[in-house]
């Protein structure tokens, strides 16, 4: 079975159309980090759930490994490419202004090799943004205190701290990170919060 075979299956199974955007908190920052007018990307952008609240104005292609997905995406006025981002991206060097990696990171083997790509096919000056599980926060560090594991799903490979994040973003400029989601936020980001935002910007040439 391929991976993107697995990956419709896992889907199927497991998700729905609307799980993606389940931190509508993280929409506002992506629309505002992306503009109008622009060239994007969205890698893993599965069906579009979340990339159609910054479709409007811009130009999107979306790439996932799961075609089923893909032809959602398409439906929505996003131009798909089947490919595995874990391997080069099949784009020329400084195509877009703007990359988005929503829930993605987590799911790679060796993320930093995307990021490398990512680096290569921003313009420069181009902006970089997506999001990551809080992995950390109390609700899996509760689990693992009684045995379990702190995600449950099996796609999951990496587990990403704030100070991971700006490592593996080290060759970028600007690099902020905000925490959202959850309704005990406000009380301790850090711990509380659902998912962790990341912005940041290819260094101009």
């Known amino acids: 079975m391929s991976l993107g075979e697995l990956y419709e299956r896992h889907h199927k199974e497991h998700r729905n159309d609307g799980d993606f955007v389940f931190v509508p908190e993280r929409i506002p920052i992506f629309k505002e980090v992306i503009g109008q007018g622009q060239k994007v990307l969205d890698l893993g952008c599965r069906s579009g759930a979340l990339t159609r609240h910054f479709l409007e104005g811009n130009e999107v292609v979306g790439v996932d490994v799961d075609e089923a ?17 874990e391997k080069p991206l099949p784009f020329p060097d400084e195509t877009f202004d703007a990359v988005v990696a929503g829930e993605l990171l987590e799911h790679l083997g060796f993320p930093q ?8 096919v921003l313009e420069p000056g181009g902006n970089f943004v997506g999001s ?11 689990r693992f205190l009684l045995g379990r594991p702190p995600e449950e799903d099996p796609t999951h490979l990496h587990m990403f701290s704030p100070d991971q994040i700006r490592e593996l973003l080290a060759d970028f400029e600007d690099v902020n990170l905000t925490f959202v989601g959850g309704r005990y936020r406000p009380l301790h980001p850090r711990l509380l919060a659902r998912d962790l935002v990341f912005t940041a910007v290819r260094p101009a040439a």
């Open 69 to 85: 997905a893909l032809a959602k995406a398409e439906m929505r006025g996003i131009t798909p490419v089947v490919a595995d981002v």
């Open 113 to 120: 090799t995307l990021i490398a790509e990512v680096l290569r």
């Open 132 to 142: 990551v599980p809080n992995a950390f926060r109390l609700q899996g560090r509760l």
